[in-house]
Nanobody, 123 residues
Framework: QVQLVESGGGLVQGGGSLRLSCAAS????????VGWFRQAPGKVREFVAA????????NYEDSVKGRFTIARDNAKNTVYLLMNSLKPEDTAVYYC????????????????WGQGTQVTVSS
C-alpha cells in the first residue's frame, strides 16, 4: 500500500501563489506516476498535472499550463504543485494520486489517493 498526504492549501488572493505538497509513504517503489487532480463544488473532479518519478517527465491540463509547475523530490518521496497567477476558478479541493503505470495521462485507473487540501482563491 501507498499512503499520500497533501498539504499547503489555503486562502490566497487572485494573482497570488501557493505550493502544494504530496508526501508519499509505504511501498513507494511500486508507483511510477504521481498526479494532481482538483474538484470544485458541484463539478466533476478534473486532472491538473502529473509527473513520472523515474525521469521527471510531466503533463498538464491546458488551463494550468504556464501557471502551474509539478516537481518531485525523490529523496523526500514528495511531489509539489507550484501554482502561480492563481485565479478564482482555481478554487477547489486538490488531491494527489499515484499509480504504477507509465502513462502521464489523467485518464485511467489511479490506485492511490490522498485526502485532499482546500485551495481558495479570492477575487
Amino acid at each position: 500500500q501507498v499512503q499520500l498526504v497533501e498539504s499547503g492549501g489555503g486562502l490566497v488572493q487572485g494573482g497570488g501563489s501557493l505550493r502544494l505538497s504530496c508526501a508519499a509513504s509505504g511501498r513507494t517503489r511500486s508507483i511510477d506516476v504521481v498526479g494532481w487532480f482538483r474538484q470544485a463544488p458541484g463539478k466533476v473532479r478534473e486532472f491538473v498535472a502529473a509527473i513520472r518519478w523515474s525521469d521527471g517527465s510531466s503533463n498538464y491540463e491546458d488551463s494550468v499550463k504556464g501557471r502551474f509547475t509539478i516537481a518531485r523530490d525523490n529523496a523526500k518521496n514528495t511531489v509539489y504543485l507550484l501554482m502561480n497567477s492563481l485565479k478564482p476558478e482555481d478554487t477547489a479541493v486538490y488531491y494527489c494520486a499515484a499509480r504504477p503505470t507509465y502513462s502521464l495521462s489523467g485518464s485511467g485507473l489511479w490506485h492511490y489517493w490522498g485526502q485532499g487540501t482546500q485551495v481558495t482563491v479570492s477575487s
